[in-house]
């Protein structure tokens, strides 16, 4: 049998509806929770995330959201839970780190590769911990990342295992393929648009994951699009992995939503030109709320939360519809692959 995990137990996958791999219910930068003025208001803010994901059910067909937070920026697996259960919005949460130069707690930098594989497992299975506290809510995934930080993008340098990818990320990858491998679950990934200038960082992922035993048909290399490359996407889905379309509507490393848009889609066509059709998925990368947008309303990042959820159905299948993409198409991007690719065999 396959299911779902989510954070309310599992699921079946057939109940999926439209599913968005990669995306943030509450999102705070390393450091945030401790900030006077980001203090959270916890029985207002999952009123506010549940309204935008209630009506995103009811006019677009959401029914399974990736919460993609790692636990050093914000996961909250109560808030999570809270959520799912005013909605019936079905959450995957995830286990794993932000990048290395963002993320990853030093307490964790010191873990070695089976302490980390131990408690991503335990994640999975038994159920995240949160302010000290064990809680009942399991990960159904795990996320991985690699890069640079974002104020002064810049490519990753060679790190000391000769990829562009730094000591602890690569620990810390390791431990992801062997828990996905035990689990059997998905690796959902982040990597930095400015890596694909000088590698190709979701074969560098990939040949890690690999390594230590992941299936890559169970991996989503995401952010692949931002800057697309033909030849690196397509040597991503030779691998057998899936790439991931995301940032639509919202203007990351470029001047606008429109231009990106328009690169991706672009990009997207020849994919499934080529036959690659069944290794697709397609996300915002949106934050429901971000305690920063409480203290400044013209943080530019702050793109990611005003996108609406309707710009998916408005704006971005029309333009893929405009280019001859159709509708089977469009659902085996929406909810086919990322249902395969998320289910879990128990």
């Known amino acids: 049998m396959e299911v779902f995990r989510t954070v309310l137990g599992d699921v079946s996958p057939e109940k999926s509806g439209v599913i968005l791999t990669h995306e943030h219910l509450l999102y705070g930068y390393p450091g945030a929770e401790l900030d006077h003025r980001t203090v ?69 930098r010191r873990q070695t590769v089976e302490e980390l594989t131990d408690f ?73 648009p400015m890596d694909y200038r000088v590698t190709n960082p979701g074969i ?16 989503i290399i995401g952010h692949a699009f931002v800057e697309p490359n033909d030849d690196q996407l397509r040597e991503i889905l030779n691998r057998g992995a899936n790439v991931q379309i995301d940032h639509i509507g919202i203007p ?42 409480d203290v400044t309303e013209s943080d530019p990042q702050l793109a990611n939360e005003r996108v609406d959820l309707g710009y998916l159905f408005t704006h971005f299948v029309p333009r893929l519809k405009s280019k001859g993409v159709t509708d089977e198409q469009i659902q085996a991007i929406l909810v086919d692959n990322p249902r395969r690719v998320l289910s879990i065999k128990v």
Request: a negative charge.
């Open 204 to 219: 560098e992922q990939l040949d890690i994951l690999e390594e230590e035993g992941a299936d890559p048909a169970k991996v």
């Open 252 to 293: 990351w490393r470029v001047e606008t939503a429109e231009e990106l848009d328009e690169l991706m889609a672009n990009a997207l066509v020849g994919l499934l030109a080529d036959g690659f059709g069944s290794q697709i998925v397609l996300s915002f990368d949106r934050w429901f709320y971000n305690p920063r947008s």
């Open 120 to 192: 991503f497992v335990k994640d999975l299975t038994e159920g995240m911990v949160f302010a000290w506290q064990q809680t009942p809510y399991r990960a159904g995934a795990i996320k991985i990342a690699t890069g640079q930080e974002s104020v002064t993008p810049m490519p990753s340098p060679i790190g000391p295992n000769g990829r562009r990818i730094h000591e602890v990320e690569d620990r810390v990858i390791r431990a992801a393929g062997r828990a996905s491998r035990i689990v059997g679950c998905a690796v959902n990934t982040h990597t930095d």
């Open 40 to 108: 959270l208001d916890y029985d207002n803010n999952v009123s506010f995330i549940a309204a935008q994901v209630s009506k995103g059910m009811a006019e677009h067909g959401y029914g399974t959201l990736v919460d993609m937070t790692p636990p050093e920026v914000g996961r909250h697996p109560e808030l999570m839970a809270e959520v799912a259960r005013r909605t019936g919005l079905n959450v995957i949460a995830i286990t794993g780190f932000f990048p290395e130069r963002m993320g990853v707690p030093y307490y964790w």
